[in-house]
């Protein structure tokens, strides 16, 4: 009876996100700390309860619920924009004490680019608690101005309080760094709270709020529907700024496709690519 109640509840107010969503806002945050992965974009950008190969790069806590190593690569090319290009690089190790991340994030061209380089490492620290620290190098280079680079470091927590429910928190530079010695502008400082919830065997739900310091709170969102044991379709949003998202992930073998388009009414569409594989069984 209560978790029917809780499965109400959880549909009216994720019912309630699409208001949130009216306020377009042209001021874009700096895409190499932006969430990775197609399949956390079909599902409006949320990424934090999400636990796959992407988590070495969107929050450290959740690599714990990866079982076997694996490995990912990913690009998004922004507004169909060569030079707007996104790549990443995602790796994670289980091992007896605890799970092994690291990722890499290029974004760019020649005379632009940016790079973000993290090592995780998390421990799963009761059967719904998992606890992850990132120590990240983000690099910026400028053709004929030079290049400057600073550590960086992040957190994230996994929680699972109901098995139908999973609670992904992480938190990016809190510690305000900036990004080199010689200058004072800070690299983004920001946290990520979100949950996926599983109405049903077919279903799970995806919410998240996204608060960068100085910056307006995003809200993302998304469905899920299991359409297929090898074939999963979403449906997504996000506010500041407007974006409309859906994909699909299809499973084979050996081998995870994710195909996944956000959409900005203004600038045009954002194709998303993501393949990730087991390296051992």
């Known amino acids: 009876m209560m978790l029917n109640k809780f499965n109400k509840l959880a549909v009216n107010l994720f019912a309630l996100l699409p208001y949130l969503f009216f306020t377009p806002n042209l001021s874009f945050g700096q895409v190499v700390f932006a969430p990775v992965g197609a399949s956390q974009w079909m599902l409006g950008g949320t990424s934090v309860a999400h636990s796959d190969v992407w988590s070495a790069t969107n929050n450290a806590g959740a690599i714990t619920e990866v079982k076997r190593t694996q490995g990912g690569i990913y690009s998004e090319q922004r507004f169909n924009e060569s030079k707007l290009r996104l790549s990443n690089a995602s790796f994670i190790l289980p091992t007896k004490y605890c799970h092994i991340g690291a990722s890499i994030n290029y974004f760019g061209y020649q005379a632009f680019n940016q790079q973000k380089i ?3 490492i998390a421990k799963k620290l ?3 608690f998992s606890l992850g620290v990132q120590l990240n190098y983000v690099a910026t280079n400028i053709e004929n101005y030079g290049n400057a680079g600073n550590v960086a470091l992040a957190g994230g927590l996994l929680i699972k309080p109901l098995p139908s429910l999973t609670l992904g928190f992480s ?3 809190p510690t305000q760094n ?3 010695e010689f200058t004072t502008e800070r690299m983004p400082s920001y946290a990520r709270l979100g949950c996926a919830y599983d109405v049903s065997d077919k279903i799970t739900l995806h919410t998240e ?3 960068t310091l100085s910056q307006s709170l995003i809200f993302r969102g998304g469905v899920k529907y299991k359409l297929h044991p090898i074939i999963h379709l979403a449906v997504g949003a ?4 407007v974006y409309y998202t859906f994909g699909t992930s299809i499973f084979l073998k050996s081998i995870q496709i994710d195909l996944a388009t956000s959409f900005h009414q203004v600038l045009g569409v954002t194709p998303h690519l993501g393949l990730s594989l ?3 069984k």
């Open 118 to 120: 993290g090592l995780s």
């Open 126 to 128: 009761s059967n719904i």
């Open 171 to 173: 938190v990016f530079n």
């Open 178 to 180: 900036e990004y080199a």
């Open 209 to 211: 709020a996204d608060q």
């Open 238 to 241: 996000s506010n500041k700024p």
């Open 278 to 280: 087991p390296v051992q």
